[in-house]
Structure formats: structure tokens, C-alpha cells
């Protein structure tokens, strides 16, 4: 049975009586069901690391696939796994290498899984950083998505960022305005992510234009100079 992030009018009710302009997205979002990982944090960490640079549906496809060949998505079932037998699920040798690589360091006893349940937000992001293929943007997502964390708002999220900027109006965000909204909505930070998330899809009444500065087109190049016959 699903998880979906779970938040209630407290987290709400704050956002709004912060920010004028978000409260206005969040009534026009409504509430949000967002979806999250098992709550096992090393099969989330797989299941992350297969949906990088893929679309959610190819992660789906590839997850289903790698839970049927494995049964359980454990250090264990991984360590006993080839590479070989991990890429004929879909993914590439690099993510691969990455989920052997994260399952020997859990399975000998190297990297504390469990010990980030205790960890302040940042500490964790570190640690889980620390494992091959995970950087900051992906330890965060499993802050959020595995262990429902309230207070994340990723700086490294596109979608984060595009939102703010439908919501807002800006052109461009800066690390200082993006760091004024975290403090603006804390300590309820990972709500304000589902909305600007609801809103960057860009198809919620009122909400359907990003104000980023469109690309200028590229110069055509000047023709060559045509040599004078011999």
C-alpha cells in the first residue's frame, strides 16, 4: 500500500501567514498526495539512483524489474548480484557500479544506515553524500520522500526553482533569495516543496507562465567566403 507524505492544516495555516503569494498558490493547488518511497532507506537509495536523468516512468518500469529479480532490494540481495545481472533491469554499468558500491559499504558494516534516522538534516545530507552515486540534490529527495523529513527545500531542484519563480515573478533566483525563502518557510519547508513543485508543472488555473529570461537565439553562421576559380 502507498505512502504519501503526510502534512495537516498546522503546516498550512503557517505557510500561508508567511507569504501572501504562496498562500494564494496553495489554495489554488488544494492539497497535495504526494507519493513516497518504502520506508527502508537502502531500497530507496536504489530506487534514486535508478531514477536519475530517467523519467518517472522508465524509474517505475526499471524499479518493477529490479524487484523481481532481486525478491528484496537489500545489501545482501545486491552485494550477491553481478553488475551484469543489475544492468539487464535497464540501467546503465555507471548506476550499476553505484548500487554495488553503496551495498558493500552498508552490508560490511562501513556506512551506518540506520544512524541517519538520528542525524540533523544537514549531517544526514553529508552522510548520505558520502555514498557512491548520491549527491547533495539526491540525499535530500531521500530526507524528504523516504524519511518524511518537514524541512526540505532543495536548492539543487529545477522544478524548485521554477516554481518559486511562477509564484514570485522572478526572472531569476539567487542562492540569497532562495536561502530568504527557506528561513520564510521553515519549519515547513518540505510542504512549500510539494506546492512549488504542484505549481512548476505549469498547468494549475493561473499558474502557466515561467518568468525566466527566454535563451537568445543562437548566431547563424556567416556563409564561407566562396575561393575565386583558379
Known amino acids: 500500500m502507498p505512502r504519501y507524505f503526510e502534512y495537516g492544516d498546522e503546516a498550512v495555516e503557517y505557510l500561508k501567514s508567511k507569504d501572501k503569494k504562496l498562500a494564494a ?3 489554488a493547488v488544494g492539497h497535495v498526495h504526494r507519493e513516497m518511497d518504502d520506508d527502508d532507506l537502502f531500497s530507496a537509495v536504489v530506487h534514486h539512483i535508478i531514477g536519475q536523468q530517467i523519467s518517472t516512468a522508465a524509474q517505475a518500469t526499471v524499479w518493477a524489474r529490479m524487484r523481481t529479480a532481486l525478491g528484496e532490494v537489500t545489501p ?12 539487464s533491469c535497464g540501467i546503465t554499468f555507471t548506476k550499476a557500479r553505484y548500487m554495488k558500491g553503496c551495498a558493500e559499504k552498508v552490508a560490511s558494516g562501513e556506512f551506518d544506515l540506520g544512524a541517519v534516522r538520528g542525524m540533523s538534516d544537514a549531517r544526514a545530507v553529508e ?20 524519511l518524511g523529513r518537514p524541512d526540505i527545500l532543495s ?10 519563480r511562477m509564484v514570485y515573478h522572478h526572472r531569476k533566483i539567487t542562492r540569497e533569495m532562495f536561502e530568504k525563502y527557506r528561513r520564510r518557510y521553515s519549519p515547513y519547508g518540505s510542504v512549500a516543496s510539494l506546492y512549488l513543485w ?13 518568468y525566466a529570461p527566454k535563451p537568445k537565439p543562437k548566431p547563424k553562421p556567416k556563409p564561407k567566403p566562396k575561393l575565386p576559380e583558379a
Do not use: N
Open 25 to 27: 498558490a496553495i489554495d
Open 127 to 146: 552522510a548520505l553524500s558520502s555514498l557512491p552515486g548520491i549527491g547533495t540534490w539526491t540525499a535530500e529527495m531521500l530526507l524528504l520522500f523516504c
Open 155 to 164: 536548492y539543487g531542484d529545477l522544478a524548485i526553482h521554477r516554481g518559486i
Open 76 to 87: 545482501a540481495a545486491v552485494v550477491a548480484a553481478t553488475e551484469e545481472q543489475l544492468q
Open 198 to 210: 504542484a505549481i512548476s508543472h505549469m498547468d494549475v488555473p493561473g499558474y502557466d507562465k515561467d
